[in-house]
């Protein structure tokens, strides 16, 4: 159980265009959904949380306008890089969570590597 | 302010002898600690995790140890095999009342069994 979908696994796009990374869960519901980035041998940084319905919280340094996040339902998320940068180059991961009877479940996809030209 | 801390960069060890991977945490609010393993271009695998109300929780080669009191917990691997070869995040959540239970992770430790 709890199997998570990303895609795409891997995307080049030309500076200034948008990409949308999506995130399904598969077989369970994620009430929230949490964004993460990771740099080249850095750690898993967390960009924003949505909860199904609601406007993403982002985090500090994050600009809300530029990552575009929508949960529309409780079975996909998606996040959409705009007027991408060389900058924003990174592996973006998405984290479905589900809530359980005593602790919640965090899961993985499988992760996008944006590279951005 | 990094909350979570893995102050080694990289381990190795030899084939079938234990690897121990810390972790030390500031934020007395985090009950919850959950260690992965992740390769380049993937997304983290989850291999155990403990509950504040515990200080030890085992599963097969895996057991990971809290130390409340001094904040700190550790991953061991017994037997250590190469297939474990990796990097290792330990993150921590708040999963209280008015929490957001988001995760908090580590800058990840490189294991390299050597066979």
């Known amino acids: 159980g709890a199997v998570v979908s990303q895609h795409p696994s891997w995307v080049i796009c030309k500076s200034g265009t948008s990409v949308k990374i999506e995130c399904r869960s598969l077989d369970f519901q994620a009430t929230t959904m949490f964004w993460y980035r990771q740099f080249p041998k850095q750690s898993l940084m967390l960009m924003a949380t949505?909860?199904?319905?609601?406007?993403?919280?982002?985090e500090q340094g994050v600009e809300k306008d530029k990552f575009l996040i929508n949960h529309a339902s409780l079975t996909l998320s998606t996040l959409t890089v705009t007027s991408a940068h060389p900058e924003d180059s990174s592996f973006y991961i998405c984290?479905?969570?589900?809530?359980?009877?005593?602790?919640?479940?965090?899961?993985f996809g499988s992760g996008t590597r944006l590279t951005v030209v | 302010d990094q909350q979570v801390k893995q102050n080694s960069p990289s381990l190795s060890v030899q084939e079938g002898r234990i690897s121990i991977l810390n972790c030390d945490y500031t934020n007395s609010m985090f009950d919850y600690f959950l260690w992965y393993k992740k390769y380049p271009a993937e997304g983290p695998t989850f291999l155990i995790s403990?509950?504040?109300?515990?200080d030890k929780n085992e599963d097969g080669r895996f057991t990971v140890f809290l130390n409340k009191s001094a904040k700190h917990l550790s991953l061991h691997i017994v037997p250590s095999q190469p297939g474990d070869s990796a990097v290792y995040f330990c993150a921590a959540s708040a999963q209280g009342g008015g929490s957001n239970y988001k995760l908090t992770f580590g800058k990840g430790t490189l294991l390299t069994v050597n066979p």
């Open positions: 984290s479905p969570m589900y809530r359980g009877l005593q602790v919640h479940g965090y899961t």
């Open positions: 949505s909860n199904e319905g609601s406007k993403a919280t982002y």
């Open positions: 403990i509950s504040s109300i515990k």
